[in-house]
Protein backbone atom coordinates (compact mmCIF):
# COMPACT_ATOMS: atom_id res chain seq x y z
CA UNK A 1 0.00 0.00 0.00
CA UNK A 2 1.38 3.64 -0.84
CA UNK A 3 0.43 6.59 0.91
CA UNK A 4 -1.38 8.12 -2.09
CA UNK A 5 -3.80 4.31 -2.63
CA UNK A 6 -4.41 4.78 1.38
CA UNK A 7 -7.79 5.82 2.41
CA UNK A 8 -7.38 9.48 4.05
CA UNK A 9 -9.41 8.69 6.97
CA UNK A 10 -8.13 5.58 7.84
CA UNK A 11 -6.24 6.92 10.84
CA UNK A 12 -7.23 10.09 12.82
CA UNK A 13 -6.96 12.24 15.71
CA UNK A 14 -10.60 13.08 17.27
CA UNK A 15 -11.61 16.85 17.96
CA UNK A 16 -11.64 17.38 21.45
CA UNK A 17 -12.25 20.99 23.11
CA UNK A 18 -9.31 22.37 25.21
CA UNK A 19 -7.01 19.33 23.97
CA UNK A 20 -6.88 19.52 20.27
CA UNK A 21 -5.23 23.28 19.95
CA UNK A 22 -3.35 24.14 17.18
CA UNK A 23 -0.09 23.34 19.46
CA UNK A 24 -1.37 19.99 19.98
CA UNK A 25 -1.36 19.45 16.17
CA UNK A 26 1.55 20.80 15.68
CA UNK A 27 3.22 18.14 18.16
CA UNK A 28 0.83 15.13 16.75
CA UNK A 29 2.81 16.35 13.55
CA UNK A 30 5.96 16.22 14.50
CA UNK A 31 5.17 12.02 15.19
CA UNK A 32 2.37 11.30 11.83
CA UNK A 33 2.58 13.17 8.73
CA UNK A 34 -0.33 10.88 7.83
CA UNK A 35 -2.88 10.63 10.11
CA UNK A 36 -5.64 13.11 9.84
CA UNK A 37 -5.75 15.78 12.34
CA UNK A 38 -8.89 17.27 14.26
CA UNK A 39 -9.62 20.55 15.36
CA UNK A 40 -11.27 21.49 18.35
CA UNK A 41 -15.19 22.17 18.07
CA UNK A 42 -15.57 25.67 16.85
CA UNK A 43 -19.06 26.44 17.30
CA UNK A 44 -20.78 29.03 14.40
CA UNK A 45 -21.81 32.01 16.92
CA UNK A 46 -18.11 31.84 18.22
CA UNK A 47 -16.66 31.76 14.64
CA UNK A 48 -19.10 34.49 13.47
CA UNK A 49 -19.08 37.08 16.06
CA UNK A 50 -15.78 36.25 17.98
CA UNK A 51 -12.02 36.09 17.05
CA UNK A 52 -11.99 34.00 13.20
CA UNK A 53 -7.92 34.40 13.58
CA UNK A 54 -7.89 33.29 17.23
CA UNK A 55 -10.06 30.08 16.28
CA UNK A 56 -8.57 28.99 12.79
CA UNK A 57 -5.02 30.12 12.62
CA UNK A 58 -3.25 27.10 12.36
CA UNK A 59 0.14 25.93 10.80
CA UNK A 60 0.89 24.74 7.28
CA UNK A 61 2.58 21.74 8.83
CA UNK A 62 -0.74 20.84 10.47
CA UNK A 63 -2.30 19.30 7.18
CA UNK A 64 -4.54 17.14 6.32
CA UNK A 65 -6.49 19.15 9.09
CA UNK A 66 -10.15 19.50 9.38
CA UNK A 67 -12.35 22.14 11.18
CA UNK A 68 -15.13 20.37 13.29
CA UNK A 69 -17.70 23.17 13.29
CA UNK A 70 -21.08 22.92 15.83
CA UNK A 71 -24.17 24.79 15.09
CA UNK A 72 -27.99 23.96 13.84
CA UNK A 73 -28.20 27.18 10.64
CA UNK A 74 -27.76 26.00 7.43
CA UNK A 75 -26.88 29.83 6.34
CA UNK A 76 -24.66 29.99 9.36
CA UNK A 77 -22.86 26.76 8.83
CA UNK A 78 -22.37 27.40 4.97
CA UNK A 79 -20.81 30.58 5.74
CA UNK A 80 -18.48 29.39 8.10
CA UNK A 81 -17.88 26.60 6.07
CA UNK A 82 -16.53 28.69 3.83
CA UNK A 83 -14.30 30.73 5.87
CA UNK A 84 -12.78 27.42 7.29
CA UNK A 85 -11.86 26.72 3.41
CA UNK A 86 -10.65 29.95 2.77
CA UNK A 87 -7.87 29.63 5.88
CA UNK A 88 -7.19 26.27 4.31
CA UNK A 89 -8.94 23.75 6.13
CA UNK A 90 -8.66 20.44 4.14
CA UNK A 91 -12.35 19.02 5.53
CA UNK A 92 -15.40 20.75 7.50
CA UNK A 93 -17.07 18.41 9.71
CA UNK A 94 -20.09 18.83 11.37
CA UNK A 95 -20.42 17.82 15.13
CA UNK A 96 -23.60 15.93 15.62
CA UNK A 97 -22.18 13.89 18.58
CA UNK A 98 -21.42 16.23 21.62
CA UNK A 99 -24.09 15.49 24.67
CA UNK A 100 -22.60 18.71 26.92
CA UNK A 101 -25.70 20.81 28.36
CA UNK A 102 -24.54 23.92 26.89
CA UNK A 103 -24.15 22.38 23.67
CA UNK A 104 -27.85 20.42 24.30
CA UNK A 105 -29.50 23.96 25.05
CA UNK A 106 -27.95 25.89 21.95
CA UNK A 107 -29.96 22.28 20.26
CA UNK A 108 -27.03 21.33 18.44
CA UNK A 109 -24.33 18.28 18.79
CA UNK A 110 -26.06 15.16 19.79
CA UNK A 111 -29.48 16.88 19.93
CA UNK A 112 -29.16 16.95 15.71
CA UNK A 113 -29.35 13.09 15.76
CA UNK A 114 -33.23 13.45 16.54
CA UNK A 115 -33.33 16.12 13.46
CA UNK A 116 -31.95 14.23 10.41
CA UNK A 117 -33.76 16.59 7.91
CA UNK A 118 -32.29 19.54 9.36
CA UNK A 119 -28.49 18.05 9.15
CA UNK A 120 -29.25 17.08 5.87
CA UNK A 121 -29.84 21.11 4.93
CA UNK A 122 -26.87 21.82 6.67
CA UNK A 123 -24.68 19.36 5.31
CA UNK A 124 -26.12 20.46 1.35
CA UNK A 125 -25.78 24.00 2.33
CA UNK A 126 -22.53 23.24 3.52
CA UNK A 127 -21.22 21.18 -0.18
CA UNK A 128 -23.01 23.77 -2.04
CA UNK A 129 -20.41 26.42 -0.41
CA UNK A 130 -17.09 24.99 -0.53
CA UNK A 131 -15.16 22.25 -2.88
CA UNK A 132 -13.29 20.44 0.16
CA UNK A 133 -15.49 17.20 2.10
CA UNK A 134 -17.94 17.80 4.25
CA UNK A 135 -18.32 14.83 6.92
CA UNK A 136 -20.20 14.65 10.15
CA UNK A 137 -19.45 12.91 13.11
CA UNK A 138 -22.25 11.47 15.35
CA UNK A 139 -23.53 8.49 17.86
CA UNK A 140 -25.00 5.45 17.03
CA UNK A 141 -27.92 6.56 19.13
CA UNK A 142 -29.93 8.67 21.94
CA UNK A 143 -30.68 8.17 25.43
CA UNK A 144 -31.37 4.73 25.31
CA UNK A 145 -33.21 3.97 22.24
CA UNK A 146 -30.91 1.15 21.18
CA UNK A 147 -32.97 0.77 17.87
CA UNK A 148 -30.40 0.63 14.86
CA UNK A 149 -33.01 1.70 12.39
CA UNK A 150 -32.76 5.05 14.38
CA UNK A 151 -28.99 6.00 13.16
CA UNK A 152 -29.73 3.60 10.40
CA UNK A 153 -32.15 6.27 8.85
CA UNK A 154 -29.88 9.32 10.18
CA UNK A 155 -26.69 8.06 7.93
CA UNK A 156 -29.02 7.31 5.21
CA UNK A 157 -30.99 10.88 5.18
CA UNK A 158 -27.54 12.44 6.06
CA UNK A 159 -25.77 10.39 2.63
CA UNK A 160 -29.01 11.72 0.62
CA UNK A 161 -27.85 15.22 0.97
CA UNK A 162 -24.36 14.46 -0.25
CA UNK A 163 -22.18 13.04 2.81
CA UNK A 164 -19.69 10.47 1.97
CA UNK A 165 -18.08 9.80 5.25
CA UNK A 166 -19.29 9.25 8.43
CA UNK A 167 -17.23 9.42 11.86
CA UNK A 168 -19.30 7.29 14.52
CA UNK A 169 -18.57 6.99 17.96
CA UNK A 170 -20.02 3.73 18.90
CA UNK A 171 -21.94 5.00 21.97
CA UNK A 172 -25.28 6.28 22.75
CA UNK A 173 -25.82 10.07 24.26
CA UNK A 174 -27.65 9.72 27.04
CA UNK A 175 -28.96 13.42 26.97
CA UNK A 176 -30.36 13.34 30.52
CA UNK A 177 -27.96 13.93 32.78
CA UNK A 178 -24.77 12.30 32.53
CA UNK A 179 -21.56 14.79 32.46
CA UNK A 180 -19.72 14.87 28.77
CA UNK A 181 -17.10 12.44 30.15
CA UNK A 182 -19.50 10.19 31.27
CA UNK A 183 -20.88 10.32 28.21
CA UNK A 184 -17.74 8.66 26.74
CA UNK A 185 -17.63 6.04 29.34
CA UNK A 186 -21.02 5.19 30.73
CA UNK A 187 -22.86 4.08 27.87
CA UNK A 188 -21.79 1.07 26.37
CA UNK A 189 -19.70 0.82 23.12
CA UNK A 190 -21.70 -1.12 20.70
CA UNK A 191 -18.92 -1.44 17.34
CA UNK A 192 -20.99 -3.87 16.08
CA UNK A 193 -23.68 -1.08 15.52
CA UNK A 194 -20.53 0.59 13.41
CA UNK A 195 -19.74 -2.54 11.21
CA UNK A 196 -23.51 -2.69 10.25
CA UNK A 197 -23.92 0.63 8.95
CA UNK A 198 -20.40 -0.10 6.66
CA UNK A 199 -22.33 -3.67 5.52
CA UNK A 200 -25.73 -1.56 4.60
CA UNK A 201 -23.44 1.77 3.03
CA UNK A 202 -20.68 -0.02 1.28
CA UNK A 203 -20.58 2.90 -0.71
CA UNK A 204 -20.27 5.69 2.29
CA UNK A 205 -16.35 5.90 3.98
CA UNK A 206 -17.09 4.53 8.02
CA UNK A 207 -14.79 5.66 10.66
CA UNK A 208 -15.26 3.77 14.14
CA UNK A 209 -14.60 6.29 17.06
CA UNK A 210 -14.88 4.92 20.52
CA UNK A 211 -12.25 3.37 23.28
CA UNK A 212 -9.86 2.18 20.79
CA UNK A 213 -6.25 2.21 22.46
CA UNK A 214 -4.00 -0.67 21.07
CA UNK A 215 -2.99 -1.85 17.31
CA UNK A 216 -4.78 -4.65 18.01
CA UNK A 217 -8.28 -2.93 18.17
CA UNK A 218 -7.05 -0.86 15.26
CA UNK A 219 -6.67 -3.95 12.88
CA UNK A 220 -9.62 -5.65 14.07
CA UNK A 221 -12.12 -2.48 13.31
CA UNK A 222 -9.98 -2.11 9.88
CA UNK A 223 -10.98 -5.46 9.34
CA UNK A 224 -14.56 -4.01 9.04
CA UNK A 225 -14.71 -0.38 8.71
CA UNK A 226 -12.88 1.78 6.55
CA UNK A 227 -11.02 3.78 9.04
CA UNK A 228 -10.54 4.62 12.83
CA UNK A 229 -10.45 7.83 15.25
CA UNK A 230 -8.58 7.50 17.88
CA UNK A 231 -9.38 10.37 21.12
CA UNK A 232 -7.83 10.07 24.27
CA UNK A 233 -4.89 7.22 23.52
CA UNK A 234 -3.39 9.74 21.60
CA UNK A 235 -3.45 12.92 23.52
CA UNK A 236 -2.53 10.38 26.63
CA UNK A 237 0.20 8.30 25.14
CA UNK A 238 1.63 10.70 21.92
CA UNK A 239 3.91 8.37 21.06
CA UNK A 240 1.97 5.43 19.82
CA UNK A 241 1.05 8.04 16.80
CA UNK A 242 5.28 7.85 15.76
CA UNK A 243 4.02 4.27 14.26
CA UNK A 244 1.23 4.89 12.28
CA UNK A 245 2.63 5.89 9.09
CA UNK A 246 4.27 3.11 8.55
CA UNK A 247 1.93 0.47 10.52
CA UNK A 248 -1.27 2.12 9.03
CA UNK A 249 -0.02 4.31 5.26
CA UNK A 250 3.31 2.42 4.05
CA UNK A 251 5.26 5.24 4.78
CA UNK A 252 9.04 5.82 6.64
CA UNK A 253 8.18 7.40 10.11
CA UNK A 254 8.72 10.99 10.82
CA UNK A 255 9.87 11.09 14.51
CA UNK A 256 13.42 9.61 15.49
CA UNK A 257 13.08 9.38 19.16
CA UNK A 258 11.29 11.05 22.23
CA UNK A 259 14.47 13.45 22.63
CA UNK A 260 14.17 14.48 19.05
CA UNK A 261 10.50 15.34 19.86
CA UNK A 262 10.89 16.88 22.80
CA UNK A 263 13.72 19.15 21.36
CA UNK A 264 11.61 20.12 18.73
CA UNK A 265 8.66 20.97 20.48
CA UNK A 266 11.22 22.96 23.48
CA UNK A 267 12.18 25.73 20.26
CA UNK A 268 8.49 26.01 19.65
CA UNK A 269 7.49 26.94 22.33
CA UNK A 270 10.36 29.47 22.65
CA UNK A 271 8.72 31.19 19.19
CA UNK A 272 5.49 30.89 20.47
CA UNK A 273 5.35 31.40 24.31
CA UNK A 274 5.62 35.42 24.45
CA UNK A 275 2.32 35.45 22.47
CA UNK A 276 0.49 32.86 24.75
CA UNK A 277 -1.37 33.95 27.96
CA UNK A 278 -0.37 30.72 29.76
CA UNK A 279 3.27 31.41 28.44
CA UNK A 280 5.17 27.80 27.66
CA UNK A 281 3.24 26.07 29.47
CA UNK A 282 -0.13 26.48 27.10
CA UNK A 283 2.23 24.25 24.38
CA UNK A 284 3.95 21.98 27.39
CA UNK A 285 1.18 20.46 28.60
CA UNK A 286 -0.17 18.49 25.47
CA UNK A 287 3.48 16.54 26.31
CA UNK A 288 3.22 15.55 29.38
CA UNK A 289 2.43 12.44 28.14
CA UNK A 290 5.19 11.98 25.47
CA UNK A 291 7.27 9.38 27.79
CA UNK A 292 4.11 7.76 29.52
CA UNK A 293 5.14 4.02 30.41
CA UNK A 294 9.42 4.87 30.56
CA UNK A 295 11.46 4.81 33.46
CA UNK A 296 11.83 7.91 34.75
CA UNK A 297 8.41 9.71 32.90
CA UNK A 298 7.06 10.67 36.14
CA UNK A 299 10.37 12.78 37.33
CA UNK A 300 10.26 14.34 33.87
CA UNK A 301 6.84 15.29 33.65
CA UNK A 302 6.29 16.69 37.22
CA UNK A 303 9.47 19.53 36.35
CA UNK A 304 7.26 20.15 33.24
CA UNK A 305 4.16 20.84 35.36
CA UNK A 306 6.15 22.82 37.97
CA UNK A 307 4.14 25.98 38.05
CA UNK A 308 7.10 27.49 39.44
CA UNK A 309 9.30 26.90 36.71
CA UNK A 310 6.65 29.06 34.57
CA UNK A 311 8.85 32.09 34.46
CA UNK A 312 11.90 30.54 33.41
CA UNK A 313 12.62 29.98 29.56
CA UNK A 314 11.89 26.88 28.22
CA UNK A 315 15.07 26.10 27.38
CA UNK A 316 16.17 26.24 30.91
CA UNK A 317 13.31 23.72 31.97
CA UNK A 318 13.72 21.75 29.37
CA UNK A 319 17.56 20.96 30.76
CA UNK A 320 15.76 20.55 34.28
CA UNK A 321 13.68 17.98 33.27
CA UNK A 322 16.69 16.04 31.42
CA UNK A 323 18.27 16.01 34.76
CA UNK A 324 14.89 15.03 36.66
CA UNK A 325 15.29 12.08 34.22
CA UNK A 326 18.48 11.06 34.32
CA UNK A 327 18.25 11.05 38.24
CA UNK A 328 15.54 8.66 38.13
CA UNK A 329 17.31 5.98 36.10
CA UNK A 330 20.14 6.00 38.35
CA UNK A 331 18.46 6.03 41.33
CA UNK A 332 15.47 3.88 39.99
CA UNK A 333 12.68 6.81 42.56
C1 LIG B 1 -11.44 16.43 26.47
C2 LIG B 1 -12.34 15.98 25.35
C3 LIG B 1 -12.95 16.90 24.54
C4 LIG B 1 -13.76 16.49 23.47
N1 LIG B 1 -14.26 17.44 22.61
C5 LIG B 1 -14.92 17.04 21.49
C6 LIG B 1 -15.29 17.96 20.47
O1 LIG B 1 -15.00 19.16 20.55
N2 LIG B 1 -15.96 17.48 19.40
C7 LIG B 1 -16.28 16.14 19.26
O2 LIG B 1 -16.88 15.74 18.26
N3 LIG B 1 -15.92 15.25 20.19
C8 LIG B 1 -15.23 15.65 21.28
N4 LIG B 1 -14.80 14.73 22.18
C9 LIG B 1 -15.09 13.31 21.96
C10 LIG B 1 -13.95 12.65 21.15
O3 LIG B 1 -13.83 13.24 19.89
C11 LIG B 1 -14.21 11.15 21.00
O4 LIG B 1 -15.41 10.98 20.28
C12 LIG B 1 -14.34 10.43 22.35
O5 LIG B 1 -13.34 10.83 23.25
C13 LIG B 1 -14.30 8.91 22.16
O6 LIG B 1 -13.07 8.51 21.59
P1 LIG B 1 -11.88 7.90 22.50
O7 LIG B 1 -12.47 6.80 23.33
O8 LIG B 1 -10.85 7.42 21.51
O9 LIG B 1 -11.37 9.01 23.38
C14 LIG B 1 -13.99 15.12 23.25
C15 LIG B 1 -13.37 14.18 24.08
C16 LIG B 1 -12.55 14.60 25.12
C17 LIG B 1 -11.85 13.56 25.97
Known amino acids: ????????????????????????????????????????????????????????????????????????????????????????????????????????????????????????????????????????????????????AFVRDFVGAVAEAGCAVFIVHARNAWLDGLSPAENRTVPPLRVEVVYRLKRDFPHLTIVVNGGVTTDAQVAEHLRHVDGVMVGRQAYHNPWWLASWDERYFGMHGVAADRDAVEARLVDYMARHAPTLPGGWYAIARHMLGLRHGQPGARRWRQVWSDHRLKSLPPHEVAQRARQALERSLVTGK
Request: glycine share 6%; net charge positive; with cysteine.
Open 1 to 148: MTASSANPWRLSVAPMMEWTDRHCRWLHRQLTRCARLYTEMVTTGALLHGDARRLLAFDPIEHPVALQLGGNDARELAVCARIGEAWGYDEINLNCGCPSPRVQRGAFGACLMEHPTLVAQCVRAMRDAVQIPVTVKHRIGIDRVQDY
